[in-house]
């Protein structure tokens, strides 16, 4: 469900998860998260220049 500027929650829930002290390791969205969003984008993309469904 979209809730409004996705962005500057991202952002925020950040700088919180900082001035908590909170460690990165503990962050609900992981580095490994974003680069599997990373390859969903980039199959987005191979799949709109081809015009053809992508497996990913």
Same mark, same amino acid.
């Given at each position: 469900?979209?809730?409004?500027?996705?962005?500057? /929650?991202?952002? /925020?829930?950040?700088?919180? =998860? +900082?001035?908590?002290?909170?460690?990165?390791?503990?962050? %609900?969205? =992981?580095?490994?998260?974003?680069?599997?969003?990373?390859?969903? +984008?980039?199959?987005?993309?191979?799949?709109?220049?081809?015009? %053809?469904?992508?497996? +990913?």
């Amino acid at each position: 469900m979209y809730r409004g500027d996705q962005y500057r /929650e991202e952002v /925020e829930y950040f700088s919180q =998860t +900082i001035l908590d002290g909170i460690s990165l390791s503990d962050l %609900k969205h =992981t580095f490994a998260n974003s680069i599997g969003d990373m390859h969903v +984008i980039d199959a987005c993309f191979h799949s709109l220049l081809s015009d %053809k469904r992508v497996s +990913i």
